[in-house]
Every structure is written in C-alpha cells, then in structure tokens.
C-alpha cells in the first residue's frame, strides 16, 4: 500500500502568520461603512502593531515593539546605539528584542535594516553597523491584496449584472 504524501496540517507558524481578528469585533474601529465604504478615519500606531503581535494574544512583544514603532516615527530612521539604548533603557531583553520582535517587524515590511561594511583603518577590522528605518512595505502589501480583492468582487459583480441585463 502506497503512503500518500501531503502537506502537513499544523497549521501556519506563528512566525509567518499576522493576527486577524474579526472584521466586526470590537476590538477594531469601524473602517468600512454599510454600503460597504470606506471610512475615512485612520488607524493608530498601537492599532496597527495589533495585526503583527496581538495585544490579547502577544502582550509583551506588543509593548516592545509599539514602544520601538512610537520611537522609530519620531526619528524616521535609527542607529545601533539607539536601539542598544531603547533596549536598556526599557529593560527588555536583548534576546526577546533581536529574536523574537525585530525580525517579525522585519518580516512584515514595518522596518527595514541596513547594515554598511566599515574598515577601521588602524586595525582593518571590518564592522557592520545597523540602521533601522520605518519601511512602507507593510502597507504595500497589504494595499495590493486589498486592491485585488476589491477588484475581484467589483469584477464579479459587474459581471452578475451583465448576465440579468442581457436576460432582460
């Protein structure tokens, strides 16, 4: 008897997942009207930080990277001292901060890292410092999958309504 291999059903990691809840729970602010509108109020830093790391599910790594993202849209962009410095300074840990939350900020397209090649020229010891900046890939991303959805639904509706108006 012939296994059949399939892919295994754990379900997705959470390091590649995002937190979606319920378009109409109340842990959302409404951003769509009854006719299916957009509103025109924006999300808040800390309600956006939701989708990456849930306030209900993630509460430590919320705080940590909401403190981060608050700092980073003060100063746009953000060396390695002032990252060491907000790491200390908020008494996080290092391990939690560069394993856990940079790297999903990283991965959704919140921040961008950068790193430059420097040769000290006494020592030519090469050093690479890291420069953390906010990144409009977040939005992008999710701009383009709502842009296509709404023009799948527009398209399957206009085609609904060409159907019943050539019947008529």
Request: avoid cysteine.
């Given at each position: 008897?012939?296994?059949?291999?399939?892919?295994?059903?754990?379900?997705?990691?959470?390091?590649?997942?995002?937190?979606?809840?319920?378009?109409?729970?109340?842990?959302?602010r409404?951003?769509?009207?009854k006719?299916?509108?957009?509103?025109?109020?924006?999300?808040?830093l800390?309600?956006?930080?939701?989708?990456v790391?849930?306030?209900?599910?993630?509460?430590?790594?919320?705080?940590?990277?909401?403190?981060?993202?608050?700092?980073?849209?003060?100063?746009?962009?953000?060396g390695?001292?002032?990252?060491?410095?907000?790491?200390?300074?908020?008494?996080?840990?290092?391990?939690?901060f560069?394993?856990?939350?940079l790297?999903?900020?990283?991965?959704?397209?919140?921040?961008?890292?950068?790193?430059?090649t420097?040769?000290?020229?006494?020592?030519?010891r090469?050093?690479r410092?890291?420069?953390?900046?906010?990144?409009?890939?977040?939005?992008?991303y999710?701009?383009?999958?709502?842009?296509?959805?709404?023009?799948?639904v527009?398209?399957?509706?206009?085609?609904?309504?060409?159907?019943?108006?050539?019947?008529?």
């Amino acid at each position: 008897m012939e296994e059949k291999k399939g892919v295994a059903s754990r379900g997705v990691p959470s390091s590649e997942s995002i937190y979606l809840p319920r378009h109409d729970s109340p842990e959302l602010r409404t951003f769509q009207d009854k006719h299916e509108g957009i509103t025109r109020n924006a999300w808040s830093l800390e309600e956006v930080a939701n989708f990456v790391f849930s306030k209900k599910y993630q509460p430590k790594y919320f705080e940590i990277a909401l403190g981060f993202l608050t700092l980073l849209s003060k100063e746009i962009s953000i060396g390695g001292e002032e990252i060491s410095e907000y790491v200390k300074g908020n008494g996080i840990s290092k391990a939690t901060f560069y394993n856990r939350v940079l790297p999903r900020l990283k991965r959704v397209g919140m921040v961008k890292v950068e790193r430059e090649t420097l040769v000290n020229i006494e020592s030519k010891r090469k050093y690479r410092p890291m420069r953390i900046s906010l990144s409009k890939t977040f939005g992008n991303y999710f701009m383009k999958i709502g842009d296509s959805w709404l023009a799948i639904v527009d398209d399957a509706r206009s085609k609904k309504e060409k159907k019943e108006q050539t019947k008529l």
